[in-house]
């Protein structure tokens, strides 16, 4: 039988902040007990605060940036190099997230590039997947997850240092959780789609997180799923609930 899957839980910042509520949120962090020893705990500050939040948060948290380039340095303005971020203690990166996909119109197929050039690096991936409330309206939702996943599958050639994060788009910063039991639903079919294209070891260990609305009074709800193993938190991370959502276990 494999290892249990350690329970992950990602704060998401997006374009917020300031460094004055940067240090606030740092200085909390650092002093609060967190259960960081059962739970991987690491926060995604916008970039101008990577490094640093990554020298003053402790060292049980993890930093990750929102956002990474396909290719190595040179002659891509405005774009975030995998290895800067290596090289500054950055050890993270989400790739995908809908706001990127819908805003900044990253396809399938960059998400994916992005994804596999960030492991290449050395970057430990959040790779985000979600169906719009149209999708989900018209019965889409496992279509559409499945369209990403084969997307990322097409490209990804080590799942280990992914983490698959589902967020239904209509449930982002909308205060509308899905269920704990819709969640659920989408986790076991992202786990079979893995069990049958990847194989069942890596389905077995792959974790499979669910983010949109995710506060400090529903995150409990969550832990009787099987296949939920944790969050990608993002208006409650930047809030002191984010210390009750990653030690969900103990509450
Ligand atoms: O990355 C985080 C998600 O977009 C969820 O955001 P939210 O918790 O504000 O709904």
Redesign the pocket.
């Known amino acids: 039988m494999s290892a249990p899957r350690t329970f992950f839980v990602g704060g ?1 910042f997006k374009m917020n902040g300031s460094q004055e509520s940067m240090k606030q949120i740092v200085g909390a962090l650092n002093e609060n007990k967190l259960n960081v020893d059962k739970v991987e705990t690491v926060i995604f500050p916008q970039n101008l605060y990577l490094i640093p939040t990554r020298e003053h948060v402790r060292k049980d948290i993890g930093v990750g940036a929102q956002n990474v380039h396909d290719k190595k340095n040179g002659a891509f303005t405005g774009e975030n190099s995998a290895q800067s971020l290596i090289d500054a203690g950055i050890n993270y990166t989400l790739t995908g ?3 990127r996909r819908t805003i900044f119109k990253e396809s399938d197929e960059l998400v994916a590039d992005k994804t596999q050039f960030a492991i290449e690096q050395g970057l430990t991936v959040v790779a ?1 997947i979600g169906e719009t409330l149209a999708e989900r309206e018209s019965n889409d939702t496992i279509k559409v997850v499945v369209r990403q996943l084969n997307a990322l599958a097409d490209k990804v050639k080590s799942w280990s240092k992914v983490v698959v994060a589902y ?1 239904p788009v209509w ?4 205060g509308k959780t899905a269920t704990p039991a819709q969640a659920q639903e989408v986790h076991a079919e992202i786990r079979k789609w893995a069990a049958e294209r990847l194989g069942a070891q890596v389905a077995e260990g792959l974790r499979i997180i669910y ?4 506060n400090g009074a529903n995150c409990k709800e969550f832990l009787q799923f099987p296949d939920v193993d944790g969050f ?5 991370s930047l809030k002191p609930e984010f210390h009750t959502i990653v030690n969900v276990h103990t509450i």
Not at 211 to 214: E, H, I, L, N
Request: glycine share 26%; with cysteine; net charge negative.
């Open positions: 998401n997230h809908s706001e985000c967020e449930a982002i910063g909308t983010g949109g609305s995710v990608l938190v993002g208006g409650a």
